[in-house]
């Protein structure tokens, strides 16, 4: 008598797992129609024969130059954990990560990309000691000190021209500023004090991760934590100065006040899973903050579209590994 065979369905995917990617497209479509619309099409024709290319290019080297700032600190993080490769593989798997995350909604995926193509090239080197987990842990860390270096830059930007927003702003900018520098060090005695410095090591190895410390005490140690948030400030302040050269190319003159708050914003809310490479939301966003300043909205949202297009073509380095990969 045969025994009665068994089939386990596998669990069907979520709705948002089908369907998340066409409404984060949809999201983008429509913001993208909502900025459009608040476009004055004169303004914008009168503009575009007189777009000042030097500046995009003078925008295109800037980025070049923060991408590579962000590739030497994820590289300084990830010797700290292992991985021995060279400044020029580092380089190759950021930009390669970075063109991954212009078709995605969020930075996740590149991320990822790094995490797994770093770790497979030292599966096929002669030491391949680190774990995949711990190669996830190195990207991890950087992300964190980029978020760092955002929020920092947007507590200056609110200390500094806050009073646009109301009286009391600036003094929250200077506050939040203080909380955050405040938590930096915390976390930084938080890794040297041993009692904690072993609960971190027990989550740590929860996590299946191994010898996390170096890494971490590369990113947010005592010796290195005044360098890695000027460093990450810095970078995003190339950011800043990349979108204000695509605002000079259409000939607007904006305040740096204005975009000490407007591109620290956009940073944040570009974290958000709801547009693909944020495309939509960063011209809607920076449209209404920089029209605080009394910044044209068909200009700024021109000079958007170019800071996206830009970004996009400054990751291209990065095809030619994809497709000898793929």
């Not at 797992?17 to 999201?27: A, E, P």
Request: aromatic residues 10%; positive net charge; contains cysteine.
């Amino acid at each position: 008598m045969t025994s009665p065979q068994f089939s386990i369905e596998e669990p069907k995917p979520s709705f948002w797992k089908r369907y998340g990617f066409i409404i984060r497209i949809l999201i983008s479509v429509i913001l993208l129609g909502r900025a459009i619309r608040a476009i004055d099409w004169i303004r914008v024709q009168e503009a575009i024969p007189s777009i000042d290319w030097k500046w995009l290019i003078l925008c295109l080297i800037i980025l070049w130059m923060s991408y590579s700032m962000c590739s030497s600190r994820w590289s300084h993080i990830m010797q700290a954990t292992g991985f021995k490769k060279s400044g020029w593989d580092y380089l190759r798997l950021y930009f390669s990560g970075g063109l991954i995350n212009q078709g995605l909604p969020t930075t996740l995926g590149g991320d990822s990309y790094r995490a797994i193509a770093a770790h497979q090239q030292m599966q096929n080197s002669e030491s391949h000691s680190v774990s995949l987990q711990q190669s996830f842990l190195g990207v991890l860390l950087d992300r964190s000190m980029g978020l760092a270096g955002l929020c920092l830059l947007g507590a200056l930007g609110i200390a500094v021209s806050g009073d646009v927003l109301g009286a009391w702003v600036p003094n929250m900018g200077l506050l939040l500023l203080f909380i955050m520098l405040l938590g930096a060090v915390g976390i930084a005695i938080f890794l040297r004090w041993e009692p904690s410095q072993k609960i971190y090591l027990l989550l740590m190895r929860r996590l299946k991760i191994h010898q996390p410390l170096p890494a971490t005490l590369a990113t947010w140690g005592f010796s290195v934590l005044w360098w890695q948030l000027l460093v990450a400030v810095l970078i995003h302040c190339f950011a800043l100065a990349a979108f204000w050269t695509c605002l000079k190319a259409c000939h607007v003159d904006a305040p740096i006040e204005a975009l000490l708050i407007g591109i620290p914003a956009l940073g944040l809310l570009m974290l958000l899973p709801i547009s693909i490479s944020g495309w939509g939301l960063r011209e809607t966003s920076l449209a209404s903050i920089l029209g605080l300043w009394g910044l044209d909205p068909s200009l700024v949202i021109l000079s958007s579209i170019l800071y996206g297009l830009t970004i996009l073509i400054s990751f291209l380095p990065g095809l030619p590994r994809l497709i000898h990969k793929g």
